[in-house]
């Protein structure tokens, strides 16, 4: 068991991780954007008089500081070298910040915003499939199904902009932009949390809206193949309670998929979401990468990208390992 | 019972976290004034350190906190001293400049500020690799030294009668740091100067560390700040610079009074004055943006790639414009025209269109030997017609239409356009669409930034649709790498900046004009160094080496600067079409008296250094 | 074939709703070849105008007629979408398949394979491509990338899938009855999988055409081509929303939300219908 199955599936983990973390360093470098040039014309948006007799070796200067002299493989080096000992490098955009700095100011603003966003949705969609499934012929059932499915498909960014119009902007109750409060302590103070979730409200309730549709259209296509399950039947022929047979029978063995499709889900919660952050101006992780990515800042667009390679990477490995514990239908072959 | 008191405790939770008066840690906002961080959310808030050149200067920094030697004024025409005393004093051959400093200014700790802050702002640049004005110095500066506290003088490699453009801020140049503060600094780079320490009229209090947002008080001690001494006492108590979102959320933002003043589309714009009674734009009706900016707009020709490479493809395309309609569709006819290269602004008015005017005029551009004269020098009353057929409000004296619009454009001739491709061997096909010479089909390609907002994609998008009216397949390619492809050549057509920027301030046109010096020449792939065009000239060249020879505020510079821009205008390496028009928005609502169209006193955007220099003028209304 | 269309139409709301929108979308991508203006000029009609007879949807800010950009609209988002979704669904099908039931060292490579695709950072690519084709990115291009890079979830999803059917009492029952695989994927696996990969065509259409609006909503597809995703970007951009040019704006959102919900019905019906289980279930209520 062990070797026919656990080593060779830690290789095969260990062998994409190693061809994710070489793609993360190849891709920023065939990007048309390059960070010497995009800091001179951030330098020249920022207003500095750039004397064109200065540029030539201005772009030397700023060549060497980041690094990028030596050829790409020894850079690749040193690289991997820097990387086991968890140095993440400068910043190019921020130079010299490390890398890791930046990620540490942006990453708890994107896993609190995802992992709520994602826990939510997942217990609503998974709920709600349950019941659709549960009882085919009522309306409500029915009314919720049309209802989510029709949601589902409007843009995202209209989702959020109807939400931010609605009650940041007719109604403000809740603020138009930011993480938190002026004035307010970063801390486990209620100030700070209550402002915490005055602010991340829209942006998850907005996620929420959307995220819903995907669970509940999985959970119903799985329970409703288990509702017709021999077991399943004979439990409604011998007739026990209805409830228990949802509870018992049908959302109990559904689960299964919903719980691994929620680990994996929580592998992609590294790369943030650029979409809510722009709309809500939330800070995280998304605009970071995505800001990264148009300056050509290689360092921290491999920096944010490790973070998602292995946690995505991991979370599937979880998954496989787990998943013949939860089944027992699922043999490891 | 149990599920009771978990509902109570839900109402009671949602009560606290819609309630608003809880966390009113918020300054008054009656003492507060709130302007838009315009480029954008700032990354890595908590360093402000911008003299490495990586930290972001746009967050009320250059605005509220640190100073310059010398600002410029691109509405009034002048050159201010801030931390200097008077002008710079160039010895006669240009290798040493003198600056006398203001005396009794005082750093936000309290610490004097003397011409030692000064030398060691040189000397620092000089001695740190990634300091923003680290290669310049080290490329000019011999030695600078002081003489007494309150002069500095700089001895010069080579002589160089502009060298205090170091100097002169025009949102962006090397400002004074503190040495006490610097000095006890083992890294300068990667030193954060958290909290900034400066000689300008307010102080740091609290800024977000998610970049949106960061709040300034006013010093105790204001009057000991040149800001002080020049203007007075600056009005509001708080300045909040804050970054909300796109135009439609900062229009939203102003709707609600959340945002005071704010860099919008014209559309947000419109948006905010239908539903903000106490908004305003720059002016108070049509155009409402403000027109006259120190920067020309509208596109450059890549004039090293075939066939933008032949002057008459160039005009002819330059011709194939209509102006007017061009206006109308990018922004709604809100345009000031800036034919020469040098951008329309109030100073520049006087001193070069005025006296271009007649040349304009009779400039005349021979075809198969005929002759046309092909300047529309009625275009700006024809915008002013069209905007009073539109139902706008819009001046009737001849000098205010030239201030709104400029002093004209090209006519729009389709027909002479397609004498010369007729006669550079181009034709039309079956289809009416143009062929190039060797019969295959014309396909132009104008790349631009993917901010809607900019001119660079406004101006692309106009002016690829009506090329493609014209018979061209052309198309305007938003891109996020607009700069690496300018920079090795890589495009044919680039929506932008047709020429530099020049300061706006006195009369030199050196700075936006140096660029097309040959000495800056790249051939394709090669990196840039002078202007994206590439275009070059010989004549060009003589002219700005005589500049160079020349005092910065020497009149003859003016002369030297038309010649230049009738060599360009011949060579048209671009399509130069207006100033940058700004559509800022305005809400009286908390305060009054910015400046305006009506009212122009200073530069009015929150985003210059100037911003402290207006703030004195503002005036509380008195609402809570 | 199409006795049971018409069998479906007949008796099935949802699908005679599905494909009574698919059928006309498909229309309309045709007709909108013969629109009057060119559309991707501006100004060849009068701004904002509120519908008429004229223009049965009104005209935009930048002059173009909203009817005819929706008509072209509709057009390249489907093609987008089916060439996407094509590709994606091809690949993983077949990954997923072979690599479930050939197994082994087989298997081991093509799952290295798909994981990687999965950590790949899909979006510097897509810049990156953006980038370097520029002007030749057309829906068909986009397409076709979009499409290599959305099939790898999916495929370890059927490969699951099929693992998990491999043990099933009932497979064992038609191994020992002496059935061949190949009967058995067909006649006892594929009302398992065929539900699974209508469910991943919903949710990739979803994912591809919301892909496709958000690079649009970053400027980042090509702007000129009307699509669902460049058509919101336009209204936004003139703030239609704030204009109250409701015809402008709801316009792409309104068919983005039929197409899908169209889409979806249509693969319940279906997957309902091959299910031999539920078909029993059909007839005896009948």
């Given at each position: ?333 | ?82 931390l ?17 400093l203001r005396e009794g200014i005082y750093w936000n700790d309290g610490v004097p500020f003397t011409a030692d802050d000064v ?27 002081k003489?007494d506290d309150y ?25 004074i740091?503190p040495k006490h503060v ?15 320490v400066g000689t ?21 001690d204001?009057?000991r700040t040149a ?398 | ?286």
């Amino acid at each position: 068991m062990l070797k026919k199955y656990y080593i060779p599936r830690l290789i095969q983990y260990f062998t994409v991780v190693f061809i994710g973390l070489t793609l993360v360093f190849v891709i920023p470098r065939l990007l048309p954007s390059n960070p010497v040039e995009s800091q001179l014309s951030r330098m020249m948006a920022q207003g500095q008089y750039l004397d064109p007799a200065a540029i030539e070796q201005i772009r030397e200067t700023l060549q060497q500081l980041y690094g990028l002299e030596g050829g790409m493989f020894q850079q690749y080096i040193s690289y991997f070298k820097r990387l086991f000992t968890g140095d993440l490098g400068p910043s190019f955009t921020q130079f010299p910040t490390p890398v890791m700095t930046l990620i540490k100011q942006s990453l708890p603003w994107t896993v609190g915003l995802l992992l709520v966003s994602l826990t939510i949705s997942w217990l609503i969609g998974t709920i709600l499939g349950g019941i659709r499934v549960s009882f085919p012929h009522s309306r409500l059932a029915r009314l919720i199904e049309l209802v989510i499915m029709g949601v589902r498909p409007i843009p995202y960014y209209i989702v959020a902009l109807v939400l931010l119009i609605l009650f940041a902007f007719l109604v403000p109750v809740f603020p138009m932009a930011g993480g938190y409060s002026m004035g307010v302590k970063i801390g486990f103070n209620a100030r700070f949390i209550l402002s915490l979730l005055r602010h991340a409200f829209l942006p998850v309730l907005s996620m929420v809206i959307i995220e819903i549709g995907g669970w509940f259209l999985q959970m119903r296509n799985v329970a409703s193949n288990i509702i017709e399950e021999d077991y399943v039947v004979y439990a409604e022929a011998s007739g026990l309670p209805k409830a228990k047979i949802v509870f018992m029978y049908i959302m109990r063995n559904a689960i299964i998929p919903q719980i691994t499709g929620f680990a994996l889900n929580l592998g992609f919660i590294f790369g943030g979401a650029l979409i809510t952050e722009i709309v809500f101006a939330y800070p995280g992780m998304g605009y970071l990468l995505y800001s990264a990515i148009l300056a050509g800042d290689y360092n921290l667009i491999m920096g944010i990208n490790v973070f998602s390679i292995i946690g995505v990477s991991t979370a599937m490995l979880v998954v496989d390992l787990v998943y013949p514990l939860l089944d027992p239908r699922v043999r490891y072959s | 019972m149990r599920s009771k008191s978990v509902l109570l405790l839900l109402v009671v939770g949602f009560c606290l976290v819609f309630s608003s008066v809880l966390l009113a840690a918020e300054p008054p906002r009656h003492e507060t004034l709130i302007a838009d961080i315009l480029t954008g959310k700032v990354g890595n808030p908590g360093n402000f350190n911008f003299w490495a050149t990586w930290v972001g200067n746009d967050k009320g920094l250059q605005q509220l906190v640190i100073d310059p030697l010398w600002m410029a004024d691109y509405v009034t025409g002048e050159m201010i001293n801030v931390l200097a005393k008077e002008n710079p004093i160039y010895s006669e051959d240009f290798t040493t400049m003198t600056v006398k400093l203001r005396e009794g200014i005082y750093w936000n700790d309290g610490v004097p500020f003397t011409a030692d802050d000064v030398v060691y702002t040189v000397e620092l640049s000089m001695a740190t690799p990634g300091f923003g004005y680290h290669t310049q110095f080290n490329q000019y500066v011999e030695k600078v030294y002081k003489t007494d506290d309150y002069t500095v003088i700089f001895e010069l490699k080579q002589p160089n009668s502009r060298f205090h453009y170091q100097f002169l801020d025009r949102w962006g140049a090397c400002r004074i740091l503190p040495k006490h503060v610097f000095e006890q600094v083992e890294d300068p780079l990667s030193f954060q100067f958290n909290p900034p320490v400066g000689t300008g009229p307010y102080k740091l209090v609290d800024y977000d560390l998610g970049g949106y947002w960061f709040l300034y008080e006013l010093r105790e001690d204001w009057e000991r700040t040149a800001t002080g001494m020049l203007y007075g006492k600056p009005a509001p108590k708080y300045v909040k610079f804050m970054y909300v979102g796109d135009a439609s959320k900062k229009a939203m933002a102003m709707i609600n009074h959340e945002l005071d003043m704010a860099d919008l589309t014209p559309e947000s714009l419109e948006v905010v004055l239908s539903r903000n009674e106490y908004a305003s734009g720059y002016y108070k009706d049509f155009p409402w943006a403000e027109l006259l900016h120190p920067c020309v707009t509208g596109a450059a020709f890549n004039t090293l790639v075939y066939p933008f490479d032949n002057p008459e493809v160039r005009w002819a395309l330059n011709l194939a414009l209509d102006a007017k309609n061009l206006a109308l569709t990018a922004y709604n006819g809100a345009v000031a025209f800036a034919p020469a290269y040098i951008p329309a602004l109030l100073p520049y008015y006087e001193l070069y269109y005025e006296r271009m005017l007649p040349y304009l005029e009779e400039y005349t551009l021979e075809i198969d030997g005929e002759e046309y004269k092909i300047f529309n020098s009625n275009l700006p009353f024809e915008m002013a017609e069209e905007a009073r057929r539109r139902g706008y409000d819009v001046p009737e004296t001849e000098e205010e239409i030239r201030i709104m619009f400029g002093y004209g454009w090209w006519k729009h001739s389709p027909e002479l356009a397609e004498k010369l491709l007729l006669k550079n061997g181009f034709t039309r096909g079956r289809d009416g669409k143009w062929l190039l010479p060797d019969g295959t089909p014309w396909k132009i390609e104008i790349v631009c930034l993917t901010a809607a907002t900019n001119p660079s994609f406004k101006w692309a998008f106009a002016i690829a649709n009506q090329w493609s009216a014209f018979g061209i397949d052309c198309e305007a390619i938003p891109t996020e790498v607009v700069e690496s492809l300018t920079e090795t050549g890589d495009y044919q057509v680039v929506g932008g900046q047709p020429a530099a920027e020049p300061f706006g301030a006195g009369i030199d046109l050196y700075r936006g004009l140096n660029v097309f010096h040959s000495q800056y020449w790249k051939p394709i792939g090669e990196k840039l160094v002078g202007h994206q065009s590439r275009w070059v000239n010989e004549e060009i060249d003589y002219f700005i080496d005589q500049m160079e020879q020349t005092d910065y505020s020497d009149p003859k510079n003016i002369e030297l600067a038309i010649e230049v821009a009738k060599r360009l205008i011949d060579g048209q390496p671009g399509v130069s079409l207006a100033s940058f028009p700004g559509f800022m928005g305005l809400d009286n609502y908390y305060w009054t008296n910015y400046p305006t169209g009506d009212n122009p006193y200073a530069v009015p955007w929150y985003h210059w250094p100037n911003f402290k220099f207006v703030l004195p003028f503002l005036q509380p209304t008195g609402r809570h | 074939m199409f006795a049971v269309i018409r069998d479906l139409y007949r008796n099935d709301k949802r699908f005679a709703f599905g494909f009574t929108v698919l059928a006309f979308f498909v229309i309309i991508a045709f007709v909108s070849r013969f629109a009057p203006y060119d559309m991707r000029a501006w100004n060849t009609v009068p701004r904002d105008l509120r519908p008429s007879l004229q223009h049965p949807l009104g005209t935009n800010s930048i002059g173009q007629d909203i009817m005819w950009k929706a008509m072209a609209a509709i057009k390249n988002s489907l093609l987008l979408g089916v060439i996407a979704a094509a590709i994606s669904r091809v690949i993983a099908i077949v990954v997923g398949l072979l690599s479930g039931y050939k197994g082994g060292l087989f298997d081991r490579v093509v799952m290295v394979l798909t994981d990687s695709f999965i950590i790949i950072p899909l979006f510097p690519i897509l810049i990156l491509i953006a980038t370097i084709l520029r002007s030749s990115l057309n829906m068909v291009v986009l397409g076709i990338v979009i499409g290599l890079f959305g099939w790898a979830w999916d495929a370890r999803l059927f490969r699951s899938q099929i693992l998990s059917l491999k043990e099933r009492e009932f497979t064992r029952t038609a191994v020992f009855s002496g059935l061949k695989t190949f009967k058995i994927v067909t006649t006892e696996h594929l009302p398992y999988i065929v539900p699974l990969v209508m469910a991943t065509t919903i949710n990739n259409v979803i994912w591809v055409i919301g892909m496709e609006v958000t690079l649009s909503m970053l400027g980042l597809s090509n702007l000129n081509t009307p699509t669902i995703g460049t058509m919101i970007y336009w209204a936004l951009q003139y703030q239609a929303i704030f204009l109250e040019r409701w015809n402008w704006i709801l316009t792409p959102v309104i068919i983005c939300v039929v197409l899908i919900l169209a889409l979806y019905m249509l693969s319940t019906s279906i997957s309902e219908y091959l299910d031999p289980r539920t078909r029993l279930q059909m007839i005896r209520k009948r």
